[in-house]
């Protein structure tokens, strides 16, 4: 941290140029913090199964090692999958955040169960092992999707808005839910327009948007001076790594 600046770097973990706009996060920056990005050189085009969550953990790993080295005081990785997230904390003594984890963890905070929204039914296991591992299996009342693929949410965004927030009524009447969470970090933006959509309907329930609510929670933790356990997440042994150059541990981070 410079002074009382925080910077928290968001590395995006597909190769797709432009599906995260340096601008839009650039829009979430507020006094005091500055938020950065990265992508990654090698991997999926997009994240919506469990081989692509997979191939794109070495290139995560390897910007996440890459910001620390240049002084970025947190990461958050810009998918709900929370790809590497587990490894980059060995790796690293800057916070990493996942913004499913992060997410599922504040919508706890704001409401008795939570709902997550998401993009394709075939992602429904993914955030129910996610909640379980957190600790918040008995917190999560439903996986619901809009059946719209990743690389195409912003094709036709009224459309997307639209069945959004069918899909939140349904997780609130039908589910049980009291907040809501964006299942894909691909809908950042379209928080308002969907709690607007549910107040119309009469629900005032939290919708998290997991993006700038991890910037913001990562932020926070570095202000408090904490970051992850080494006891949880101890540095990875040292050993050969043959077909990794990006993936270089700095001697004090390799156990012997």
């Known amino acids: ?11 995006s973990p597909i190769i797709t140029k432009g599906f995260r706009s340096l601008a839009d996060l650039k829009a979430l920056e507020t006094p005091g913090v500055t938020v950065s990005h990265a992508e990654i050189d090698t991997g999926p085009a997009s994240i919506e199964s469990e081989f692509e969550l997979a191939v794109s953990a070495p290139g995560t790993i390897a910007k996440v090692i890459e910001a ?34 992060t997410g599922m963890h504040v919508a706890s905070m704001l409401g008795h169960k939570f ?19 957190a600790g918040l299996g008995t917190k999560l009342a439903s996986v619901r999707s809009v059946d719209i693929p990743v690389l195409e949410l912003e094709r036709d965004l ?8 069918e899909e939140a009524v349904i ?12 299942g894909c970090t691909g ?22 948007d ?28 040292a050993k050969e790594l043959l077909g990794y150059a990006d993936i270089r541990l700095e001697p004090r981070l390799a156990a012997e």
């Open 210 to 237: 997991p993006i700038p609510t991890a910037i913001s929670i990562a932020a926070a933790l570095v202000r408090s001076g904490l970051s992850h356990s080494k006891l949880t997440f101890p540095a990875p042994p």
């Open 158 to 165: 009224d459309r997307t808005k639209a069945a959004l927030i």
């Open 68 to 101: 620390e080295r240049a002084g970025v005081d947190a990461v958050v990785i810009d998918c709900m999958g929370d790809p590497a997230l587990r490894s980059s904390r060995e790796v690293v003594t800057i916070p990493v955040l996942g913004p499913a984890q």
């Open 1 to 11: 941290m410079q002074g009382n600046t925080v910077n928290v770097r968001v590395v």
């Open 115 to 133: 709902s997550v929204i998401t993009v394709l039914r075939r992602l429904r296991a993914s955030f129910e092992n996610t909640a379980t591992i």
């Open 171 to 182: 997780a609130v009447e039908r589910d049980g839910a009291e907040a809501l969470i964006f």
């Open 187 to 208: 809908l950042m933006g379209c928080a308002g327009a969907v709690r607007d959509g549910l107040l119309k309907r009469g629900i005032d329930v939290p919708v998290v």
